[in-house]
């Protein structure tokens, strides 16, 4: 792969992200208890109950830097991507304790396609340390080697250098959160079981933000279904996930071929579908075990 297809690879797919803010969260204190996974009692244990019935969003700041700064991390960030695939297609992003700008240079850039970090994460519920210094040295040996070299040394100079990552499922079958904390360690002392049990407080830390966010967050990514379509887009939508071809879709459901390249590209719009594949991966998430359509005549 030359240097103009590795940089297509990591940046040719551009996604301009959905940035909040902790300030942006309101709190229902009515229901703050129900949704906090702890009760107060432990320091970081107590984490998402302290986030979840704080005052203001004042205090709930000085809370989340308080927890970092205890457990030894310098940022967190926490993303929600919607997914094709293995296809980052658009994300939300807390921004509040990100290095400043690096929200929008990892989408910019579209680092997901070359974080192996976000490749593990979506797959890996349980945390797993990563070192930065130790990716850009292994860059050569990657699929994509100048794209990961770009990434991991834009990461070195934002101070991202070792820490602890995981991912969190979500109500939305296409969505997947990943928190990432970093700190200024090497990652063998995130392992160390004398570091003050790490691991352990970046699942704190991570599960204490995703519980005040969720909420909010989970409404700022787009939830695919069909039940708004019209009977022969839910059509042809299921032929694109049989693997029909614009010419078979046409004579199974008697229409003209331009007909079916039209409502091709209104689906793929809708889904922010790249290109037919993607849409094939849609149609399979969100019309699986549905019954199949009649063919269906278009006056």
């Known amino acids: 792969m030359n240097q103009n297809m590795e940089r297509d690879a990591a940046a040719g797919n551009a996604i301009t992200p959905t940035l909040f803010d902790i300030d942006d969260i309101v709190v229902d204190p009515e229901t703050a208890a129900s949704t906090a996974f702890a ?8 984490l998402p109950h302290e986030l979840a019935t704080a005052a203001d969003s004042a205090t709930r700041r000085a809370l989340m830097d308080a927890a970092l700064a205890r457990a030894g991390f310098d940022s ?7 997914r094709i695939g293995e296809q980052v ?12 700008g690096w929200a929008s240079r990892y989408c910019r850039e579209n680092f997901f396609a070359v974080d192996p970090r976000m490749a593990t994460a979506c797959h890996v519920e349980w945390p797993f340390t990563w070192d930065m210094k130790r990716l850009a040295e292994a860059a050569a040996t990657t699929r994509n080697a100048a794209a990961t070299r770009r990434f991991a ?11 602890v990552c995981l991912g969190i499922v979500t109500a939305n079958r296409f969505e997947r959160c990943v928190v990432a904390l970093s700190g200024a360690q090497p990652a063998d002392a995130w ?20 519980t005040l966010v969720d909420a909010y967050a ?13 009977e022969i887009q839910r059509a042809v939508l299921r032929d694109i996930g049989h693997g029909k071809n614009d010419r078979e879709i046409a004579a199974a459901r008697k229409l003209a071929p331009r007909c079916v390249a039209q409502h091709v590209r209104e689906l793929q719009a809708r889904y922010h579908a790249r290109n037919r594949t993607q849409l094939a991966y849609v149609a399979g998430g969100i019309l699986n075990g549905q019954a199949s359509d009649a063919p269906t005549r278009q006056t």
């Open 39 to 46: 009760a107060p009692g432990a320091t970081l244990a107590s």
């Open 191 to 210: 392992k160390d079981s004398n570091a003050g049990s790490a691991i352990g407080a970046a699942y704190a830390l991570a599960v204490g933000v995703h």
């Open 89 to 100: 297609t658009q994300a939300a992003w807390l921004e509040s304790y990100s290095p400043t």
């Open 218 to 230: 989970s409404r700022l990514l787009p939830r695919y279904h069909a039940n708004d379509l019209s």
């Open 76 to 82: 967190l960030c926490y993303v929600r991507m919607l």
């Open 153 to 163: 040394d834009a990461a070195l100079d934002a101070g991202l250098r070792s820490g």
